[in-house]
């Protein structure tokens, strides 16, 4: 389903989902004046389409120990289909790793790692990222504060 297709019910609605996903069809319908029936069709709709991929609860990462994010910056030494293909397949495999992006410019992938502390980052480094065959660069940057964190794509 592209953008275009999305009409000014389905935004609000995919708006109040981004917001909260645990609103309740009733709940919906009543913050944006439409019957029951019609945001369950709606939101059926949404999900057959993929418009709505999944519903997530977003933790804190504080209180579940993962306080250490790392952008890890990987160089590959080729870039073979098989190559970009394997790395992907098993970078997918690690817990850390909560994004691995594909990226033009002089690294080839960019990973979001979470972990408790250096100490839990250094271990996964070593047994883990720098296991993994093609390697060249791993350039990893910590964040010391976080300014904005949203996860509600703008529509």
Do not use: W
Not at 11 to 30: G, Y
């Amino acid at each position: 389903m592209a953008s275009s297709e999305l009409d000014s019910t389905d935004i609000q609605i995919l708006k109040l989902l981004q917001a909260d996903a645990s609103l309740t069809n009733k709940e919906i319908s009543f913050k944006i004046h439409k019957s029951v029936a019609t945001i369950h069709e709606r939101i059926r709709r949404l999900k057959d389409t993929g418009c709505i991929q999944r519903f997530v609860a977003i933790l804190d990462r504080k209180k579940i120990n993962k306080s250490l994010i790392a952008f890890s910056h990987v160089l590959l030494n080729d870039h073979t289909a098989e190559t970009l293909d394997t790395f992907e397949r098993e970078v997918a495999k690690f817990d850390e790793v909560m994004e691995c992006f594909q990226m033009t410019g002089t690294f080839d992938f960019i990973l979001r790692i979470a972990t408790s502390d250096m100490e839990e980052y250094h271990t996964f480094y070593r047994n883990k990222l720098a296991k993994l065959p093609n390697i060249t660069t791993v350039q990893s940057f910590f964040v010391l504060s976080e300014t904005k964190s949203v996860t509600a794509y703008p529509l």
